[in-house]
């Protein structure tokens, strides 16, 4: 037995009739292309993503069905195009679930911690919310800190609750011990859905926090906070009620699918990205399985953008950036700017500590032309100042 399949031990089989449903579809859709867990557990060597499902909705919050979302979404995954890239995906089936919640997020911890180590990028379907706490320990003991970018029409804290529950996960990650949490975003809130009390929290905790609003003038411009993130993670709640039905929380304002779609793209480009979580699809309040196609093109996008990276940070050559100075004249002060000739992205030099060491941090285009034309600081430049 190799090492992979000590895995065996934390996931069942994908069912047979997901596999016999397999054999009508043609040799280059996804479901006839990726390593599936069926008779025999695969061989992921030289693999670079695996699919798991997690069927649990024990501590759904008015989302009760979620649990069978990783089944439903899985088949309509199989049935999109394969890429044309050699890059191996497996399925390694669904999470047996644990005796209780907790349990059943510690086992998935367990699993991600054992693939990230070999890695190998994790694409987790849930199941409720709080599943992303199971998701987050995966990073444990891996002498790094993490940063989080996490897509959700509300914020989950509440420190009133001690017991894990989708409605307060985020309260057990913020204060989780060892702390190795770097950052976190929160995008697409809505904020009268939002306790103002807990955004001062985030404020002072230096978290960021991009509502729906501003994340809809320009949805490009998030592509800089999520290439900063580690563990990348979507409450389809995110999503308006119209594109995505199948949510118990869904309202009528929200992302719409093409949004969510290039977001979870933009997760999949960054080189630093290592584990995706969707949680929350519930397909028994879908409509002609709109949410689980969205859920299942999301998932896609993803593996889209990993098959597009081009490993441009950190910098491996200088040779492969543009450097541009910028001088602020009021200030006296020189702000440096590196453009990848390889993706084209932005990057701004920052100070780290008081030793006069520095660090490079995403931006965009925009933030650039800003710092030259007004002379205005990019806001990742000042709160990594502060």
Not at 174 to 198: A, C, E, I, K, W
Not at 359 to 365: A, N, R
Request: negative net charge.
């Amino acid at each position: 037995m190799n090492d992979f399949e000590s895995l065996k031990n934390f996931l069942s089989p994908v069912k047979d009739s997901m596999i016999e449903q397999n054999e009508h579809l043609s040799p280059y859709q996804l479901g006839n292309t990726m390593l599936i867990n069926a008779k025999r557990f695969p061989d992921l060597e030289d693999t670079k993503i695996a699919l798991i499902g997690v069927g649990e909705e024990r501590n759904a919050n008015n989302n009760v069905g979620c649990m069978d979302a990783p089944d439903l979404v899985r088949k309509e995954l199989y049935a999109l195009s394969s890429f044309d890239f050699p890059t191996k995906i497996a399925d390694l089936g669904n999470l047996i679930i644990g005796a209780t919640p907790c349990d059943t997020n510690f086992a998935l911890g367990n699993v991600l911690n054992f693939l990230l180590r070999n890695e190998i990028i994790p694409i987790i379907i849930g199941g409720s919310n709080d599943l992303m706490y199971g998701q987050f320990l995966g990073y444990n003991d891996m002498e790094m800190e993490v940063a989080i970018a996490h897509a959700d029409a509300k914020l989950d804290v509440s420190f009133l609750q001690e017991e894990l529950a989708a409605n307060n996960y985020l309260s057990h990650i913020f204060t989780h011990s060892p702390n190795f949490l770097r950052n976190f975003l929160l995008m697409g809130y809505q904020t009268y859905l939002v306790d103002y009390n807990l955004l001062k929290i985030l404020e002072q905790m230096k978290f960021e926090q991009v509502r729906l609003g501003s994340l809809q003038e320009d949805y490009r411009e998030m592509e800089p906070f999520v290439r900063d993130a580690d563990l990348f993670s979507i409450d389809m709640s995110v999503v308006r009620c119209s594109e995505a039905p199948g949510n118990g929380n869904a309202s009528p304002n929200g992302l719409f699918g093409n949004e969510i779609c290039a977001l979870a793209r933009y997760a999949g480009m960054s080189d630093k990205v290592s584990s995706f979580g969707l949680y929350e699809v519930n397909p028994h309040l879908d409509l002609r399985n709109q949410t689980t196609q969205l859920a299942a093109q999301i998932i896609w996008y993803f593996m889209d953008g990993v098959m597009g990276r081009v490993g441009d940070y950190p910098i491996i050559s200088e040779k492969d950036f543009l450097k541009y100075t910028v001088h602020f004249q009021s200030e006296n002060n020189n702000i440096e700017f590196y453009k990848s000739r390889k993706s084209s992205r932005w990057w701004v030099k920052v100070p780290k500590g008081n030793k006069g060491m520095h660090q490079l941090m995403p931006c965009s285009y925009s933030e650039y032309e800003a710092a030259a034309s007004f002379e205005q600081y990019p806001e990742k430049w000042l709160k990594a100042v502060e």
